[in-house]
């Protein structure tokens, strides 16, 4: 058995464990991985910079514990930025296993602001957390006559009109824009039932597997900017000057795509010698 | 009755939500507030249907001792668990063991599964990520780019940046916008298709 | 500053590392602890979704409109009584077409189903001819002739200037539209045109891959910070 037939017939386990090797070892390793901010991500954190306080401002969490690996990151640090501007914030999720790990980032951060920037944001006053509704295409509509369609009460169970800061708050004319952190076909619906229908203003962060799907909707401005996985996380948080889990795996990142970068020529190193050696025409495999 | 009447719920209700788009007026904004609203609350009670389908598949293997029908028990107690636990007796979404079980069962089973993915994308990279011709050398060119941003390359990092940046901007886009227009072509095909009645699959079989 | 840690967070968090490990023994190979695990999360996901779907649901969308019910916001005790209001009866209509939908179980009444759905169908189409039109169809096309701003003075990628790589979006989606164009055989001017659609094409998932590789990492890092901090807090 030649080298390249070897190569070819590894069992994957192998593969598997190298991996996972690359994945722990940096956790032992000191160093930083320099992060720099591309404009897609810049115009969202620029946007809501220049917001004044006061502002709404709607964040729609819908995504799961599937990809919180990504997009909690983003929730963390955005939702931190959106208090110490003192802007009201409303939340809530579309996503079906996601809500009570957004209800509690929400409060999380709201908790943490005591300690980083001297007040509590109060639920109710500054932010409302309204909970999960199924038919993300339909809550959207719904949201853009009225909130109180599909959400009449909070997650908490207190009606929209006993919430401080909803009162007088009545669709999405009221948001200055929506940001939507989404790993499924959510910011689609966002997209089209949102800003098609309604002209939202919105700007989306969702998983790296759907990142490059959206750049169409970027250029044609119906969104205003995209953070794409954890890379576009990492970026948000060094924005926000807030560096978190984002900002540490993407030295984790970093060998992990080495490694995959070497398996990549291994196979193809492997593919191209056995194929020489057996008929110039046919595959090997 | 058995199939017009629906065919003709299908044509009025989407003509009259497509016109709707067309004439913001008052009365025409109420019936569309009242339409969401009460089709939210018929879309709940579908869902129900996907409960007790888990439920009927679980007590199916349990009574037939399917292959590996222990692990449906499984699935079961936990749902029932999961649900009693839920009850407003025990705090309703705010109890302490519900919370519990999201926290410390959920989340870390869900999480674990997706990430599984990336030993499969690891081997994929390996076993079939291949330059067999001219088309897919330009797909495993693009990727090796995509992927090099992630890396700091030092001198190489800003070209490398650029270039990453002009695939997503110029080809990227132009392949993702024809696909996006396409495929809105065919969801507007198949939406009047369904209004116009020439698509009633789902009206099964009778 | 030392934080202490409660026997309970240890414990929950440890049954947490235990089911993280059995589904990442499927690796080795499918085994029983990989089995109960994936069988756990269906039940327990099902479980929280059914209740989610009630208190977050049924009841603020349709009981809020037909009982009165005295609940405190801020323990979040609920229903501690109910009481049947009328002003708003006529949303028992939604309910029981909503019920109509569970007759689809049944051989001989699934009949019914078919209107509520019919209904459904016909008002999620009617809403989505217009809005997809406008969105995927219409404003991509803007976003392709009027959105690029064919700018001739503006230096891009390579120091080309941008308006050329505006015509070269432009060029690359038609020649992908194209590509998907099935009804005329893909040979000579139109066949060139194809291919140059599928090089477009492939650059875009190429892209996806490179971005999907990024994503399925980011998973399996978020799994060994949260195995790491288990065990940073056990010793």
């Known amino acids: ?285 | 009755m058995k199939r017009q009447i629906p065919l003709v719920l299908v044509f009025t209700f989407g003509v009259l939500l497509a016109i709707q788009y067309f004439v913001p007026s008052e009365p025409s904004q109420r019936g569309y507030e009242f339409v969401l609203d009460w089709i939210t609350i018929i879309g709940i009670f579908a869902m129900v249907l996907g409960i007790w389908s888990q439920i009927h598949v679980g007590y199916y293997k349990i009574k037939h001792r399917s292959e590996d029908w222990q692990y449906s028990v499984v699935t079961l107690v936990s749902m029932f668990a999961m649900i009693l636990f839920g009850l407003s007796f025990f705090g309703g979404l705010h109890g302490t063991i519900f919370r519990l079980i999201y926290n410390n069962v959920f989340i870390p089973i869900q999480a674990t599964i997706f990430s599984l993915l990336a030993f499969y994308i690891a081997s994929a990279s390996y076993r079939a990520f291949r330059a067999r011709s001219a088309v897919s050398t330009v797909l495993l060119v693009a990727a090796l780019l995509l992927m090099l941003r992630v890396i700091p390359t030092g001198p190489l990092a800003d070209p490398i940046n650029q270039i990453g940046s002009w695939m997503l901007l110029v080809p990227n886009l132009a392949a993702k916008r024809a696909i996006l227009i396409g495929v809105g072509m065919g969801g507007v095909a198949t939406a009047l298709k369904i209004v116009l009645g020439i698509e009633r699959s789902y009206l099964g079989k009778d | 500053m030392e934080q202490t840690v409660s026997m309970g967070t240890i414990l929950w968090t440890t049954v947490g590392v235990f089911l993280t490990l059995c589904m990442f023994s499927f690796l080795y190979k499918d085994n029983p602890f990989y089995k109960f695990a994936e069988h756990l999360v269906v039940g327990v996901s099902v479980g929280y979704w059914a209740i989610l779907l009630y208190y977050n649901g049924v009841n603020p969308n349709l009981f809020s409109h037909l009982f009165v019910f005295t609940n405190d916001p801020t323990t979040g005790a609920e229903f501690n009584s109910w009481k049947p209001k009328f002003d708003e009866i006529y949303y028992i209509i939604p309910a029981l077409l909503g019920i109509a939908m569970w007759t689809r179980f049944s051989r001989k009444y699934s009949w019914i189903s078919r209107y509520p759905l019919a209904l459904y169908l016909g008002i999620s189409s009617g809403i989505a001819i217009p809005v997809t039109m406008k969105n995927n169809v219409l404003s991509q096309l803007r976003g392709t002739v009027v959105g690029l701003g064919f700018d001739w003075s503006t230096s891009g990628f390579l120091g080309v200037p941008q308006g050329i790589w505006d015509i070269v979006v432009v060029i690359g989606t038609i020649s992908s539209l194209i590509y998907f164009f099935f009804s005329k055989e893909h040979k000579g001017a139109w066949g060139g045109a194809a291919k140059l659609g599928i090089y477009t094409l492939m650059i875009g998932f190429g892209a996806t891959f490179g971005y999907t590789v990024m994503a399925r990492i980011s998973l399996l890092i978020y799994r060994i910070q949260y195995v790491r901090d288990w065990w940073k807090m056990i010793f």
């Open chain 1, 1 to 285: 058995m030649t080298l390249h037939d070897r190569l070819l017939a590894l069992d994957r386990r192998w593969v598997f464990a190298v991996l996972t090797l690359f994945v722990i070892t940096p956790l032992f390793i000191k160093f930083s991985v320099p992060v720099t901010p591309v404009k897609e991500v810049r115009e969202i954190y620029d946007f809501i910079e220049g917001l004044k306080p006061g502002d709404y401002i709607l964040l729609s969490l819908d995504y799961d514990p599937g990809s919180l690996a990504e997009l909690h990151p983003v929730a963390y640090a955005m939702l931190e930025q959106c208090f110490a501007k003192r802007l009201k914030v409303i939340t809530l999720t579309l996503s079906q296993t996601g809500a009570q790990m957004v209800e509690e980032a929400v409060k999380d951060v709201a908790d943490s602001c005591k300690l980083y920037h001297g007040f509590t944001p109060e639920r109710g006053i500054d932010y409302v957390y309204l909970g999960y509704k199924p038919y993300p295409g339909l809550i959207i509509l719904g949201m853009g006559m009225n909130f109180r369609i599909p959400f009449p009460q909070d997650y908490y169970g207190t009606t929209l009109d006993s919430i401080p800061m909803m009162r007088g708050i009545k669709n999405y004319d009221n948001v200055k824009a929506v940001i939507n952190l989404s790993a499924g076909n959510v910011s689609d619906y966002w997209v089209a039932d949102g800003n098609a229908r309604y002209g939202v203003k919105l700007a989306l962060a969702m998983t790296g597997v759907m990142a490059a799907d959206y750049y169409p909707y970027y250029q044609s401005r119906q969104i205003f900017g995209i953070i794409g996985g954890m890379k576009g996380a990492a970026e948000y948080e060094k924005l926000c000057k807030n560096p978190g889990t984002a900002a540490e795996a993407m030295k984790i990142q970093v060998f992990a795509h080495v490694v995959i970068i070497i398996f990549i020529i291994i196979g193809n190193l492997a593919y191209f010698l056995g194929r020489r050696k057996t008929a110039p025409t046919q595959e090997s495999r």
